[in-house]
């Protein structure tokens, strides 16, 4: 549910070779990368320009990586915020009292790219669910969707939808104004068996257009985006 190239990372680091290393792997990941060499100054800047994550180093002059994590998870704005500790240090002390101040990850040096890139992006992957899994409850124009008992309303009128037909509807709706392509809602929907088959994904538009859509022909929720795949709406119907 998230656009990652507009994803913002806060690297809190005093090493520069480590902070290059992972401000251009993150970059060529698609990511904004913001550096710091203390929390005071990344402090100042989050005040004004709210990161989606964080990656703190542990040992750094002043205010350490701990404190860093504490204050984060003491913050209204920032607290919900994933964060990565990032640490020379091997001790399983350290890992636990991160984990316990609200850390989300825990990365040893030295690290591989690889495996720092694909923790960053289960952090992001952890934070959409937690998103999704909060929601109770939306409306948009005359459409309503009850996540909890899983029914769908156009104007008061309960909707009869199938299964696949409910997931479909809710990703998009959660998703309120962002392309998603045909491959991903396959993916997310029907799992890597359908991998290739964009076909289902079209036919289950069509027919929840016809449940939703005073003209099914001529959509004002689900639009199509030619060539990548549906949008839901984020215009008031």
Not at 94 to 111: C, H, Q, T
């Amino acid at each position: 549910m998230y656009d990652m190239a507009k994803k913002l990372i806060y690297i809190v680091e005093d090493e520069k070779h480590i902070q290059e290393l992972i401000r251009f792997n993150l970059e060529e990941n698609g990511y904004e990368v913001e550096c710091f060499e203390d929390g005071e100054t990344m402090f100042e800047v989050a005040e004004r320009k709210k990161p989606d994550l964080f990656v703190l180093d542990i040992m750094l002059p002043g205010m350490d990586g701990f404190e860093i994590c504490r204050r984060i998870k003491e913050n209204y704005e920032l607290k919900k915020t994933p964060i990565i500790m990032l640490t020379a240090k091997n001790d399983e002390l350290d890992r636990v009292l991160g984990l316990e101040l609200g850390a989300d990850d825990y990365i040893s040096k030295p690290f591989s790219v690889r495996e720092f890139i694909a923790r960053v992006k289960v952090a992001f992957r952890r934070q959409a669910d937690s998103f999704e899994n909060d929601i109770k409850r939306v409306s948009v124009g005359r459409i309503s969707i009850d996540f909890e008992r899983r029914e769908v309303y156009k104007d008061s009128q309960i909707i009869d939808m199938t299964f696949k037909e409910f997931e479909l509807l809710k990703l998009l709706i959660i998703n309120r104004g962002k392309v998603l392509s045909r491959d991903m809602l396959l993916q997310k929907i029907w799992g890597f068996d359908f991998i290739g088959e964009t076909r289902t994904v079209d036919v289950h538009i069509r027919y929840l257009r016809q449940k939703i859509e005073d003209d099914g022909n001529n959509p004002v929720y689900i639009e199509t985006v030619r060539g990548i795949g549906y949008r839901f709406s984020d215009k008031e119907a």
